[in-house]
């Protein structure tokens, strides 16, 4: 249906189309609750996507010009129920990775699967991984300092939260900027790679994006730094005891405490 718009279709036409078989798909599934459904064709970033979203309507009351108090019902857009976006540049390309799901507070319902013809669905979860891999793989490239790291880290954590908050997309290349402003899209072009193969629009995983974070303390007497992608693995905290164990340590620190290193 989709490549039949591209190819003969108008936008309007395309619409009614995927209107009737929506009908048809949601007649076979008794408690499916349906909405109102928006379809939107644009390009972001030199990249053209086709979006989907289905919301619902809620019941609201206003004070009218007579100061009588009527029942009205308006989108509850802050209650998303789903929304797809299809990244037909990728698509178009023949690359695995195009489809993705936006979810509200319900999962993705399978009649709406059905609808797009969704077989597999890439998940928040697998974005957000491949956005953090990413990121950490390109680090290196910049050749920061443990404090210019450690600040550039925790700004892309705190905006991939404010995203993920407010039910938004993580923009690529909002990242890219972040990461260098006098050449904004070297990060985009990077994950956007073969190897990585990020959209330019993501949906954050906070789970997934916290191992981003880097836990640092400073005092005249100790300095202790590390990637939380340790928490839980060879650093672990008891909260109870406000104790912090470490293990598994590194073979030089290792033998500092053994004084097995010859003085200078």
């Not at 404010?162 to 985009?188: G, N, V, Y």
């Given at each position: 249906?989709?490549?039949?718009?591209?190819?003969?279709?108008?936008?309007?036409?395309?619409?009614?189309?995927?209107?009737?078989?929506?009908?048809?798909?949601?007649?076979?599934?008794?408690?499916?609750?349906?909405?109102?459904?928006?379809?939107?064709?644009?390009?972001?970033?030199?990249?053209?996507?086709?979006?989907?979203?289905?919301?619902?309507?809620?019941?609201?009351?206003?004070?009218?010009?007579?100061?009588?108090?009527?029942?009205?019902?308006?989108?509850?857009?802050?209650?998303?129920?789903?929304?797809?976006?299809?990244?037909?540049?990728?698509?178009?390309?023949?690359?695995?990775?195009?489809?993705?799901?936006?979810?509200?507070?319900?999962?993705?319902?399978?009649?709406?699967?059905?609808?797009?013809?969704?077989?597999?669905?890439?998940?928040?979860?697998?974005?957000?991984?491949?956005?953090?891999?990413?990121?950490?793989?390109?680090l290196p490239q910049l050749e920061l300092d443990t404090q210019e790291e450690e600040?550039?880290?925790?700004?892309?954590?705190n905006y991939c939260y404010a995203q993920t908050r407010r039910k938004e997309d993580?923009?690529?290349?909002?990242?890219?900027?972040?990461?260098?402003?006098?050449?904004?899209?070297?990060?985009?072009?990077?994950?956007?790679?073969?190897?990585?193969?990020?959209?330019?629009?993501?949906?954050?995983?906070?789970?997934?994006?916290?191992?981003?974070?880097?836990?640092?303390?400073?005092?005249?007497?100790?300095?202790?730094?590390?990637?939380?992608?340790?928490?839980?693995?060879?650093?672990?905290y008891n909260q109870q005891t406000n104790e912090l164990r470490i293990t598994n340590?590194?073979?030089?620190?290792?033998?500092?405490?053994?004084?097995?290193?010859?003085?200078?």
């Amino acid at each position: 249906m989709l490549r039949n718009y591209f190819v003969e279709q108008q936008f309007l036409d395309f619409t009614a189309s995927a209107m009737n078989h929506l009908l048809g798909v949601i007649n076979a599934v008794p408690q499916a609750t349906g909405g109102y459904v928006v379809f939107a064709h644009y390009t972001l970033q030199n990249e053209e996507f086709v979006m989907t979203v289905m919301l619902n309507n809620k019941k609201q009351y206003n004070i009218n010009d007579n100061l009588s108090i009527e029942e009205i019902f308006s989108l509850d857009i802050d209650k998303l129920d789903v929304a797809n976006s299809v990244n037909v540049t990728r698509w178009d390309n023949n690359e695995e990775t195009y489809l993705s799901f936006a979810r509200g507070r319900k999962d993705v319902s399978n009649y709406f699967k059905r609808f797009i013809g969704c077989t597999d669905q890439t998940s928040a979860k697998e974005s957000s991984e491949s956005l953090k891999r990413a990121f950490l793989d390109y680090l290196p490239q910049l050749e920061l300092d443990t404090q210019e790291e450690e600040n550039l880290r925790n700004q892309v954590l705190n905006y991939c939260y404010a995203q993920t908050r407010r039910k938004e997309d993580i923009s690529l290349h909002h990242i890219s900027s972040m990461i260098s402003a006098d050449e904004p899209d070297m990060f985009q072009e990077f994950a956007a790679s073969e190897d990585y193969r990020v959209s330019s629009l993501i949906k954050g995983h906070n789970k997934t994006l916290k191992t981003l974070k880097f836990y640092v303390y400073r005092s005249k007497k100790l300095t202790i730094e590390f990637d939380s992608g340790l928490v839980n693995e060879s650093i672990f905290y008891n909260q109870q005891t406000n104790e912090l164990r470490i293990t598994n340590l590194p073979d030089d620190l290792r033998r500092q405490f053994a004084n097995e290193e010859d003085p200078e």
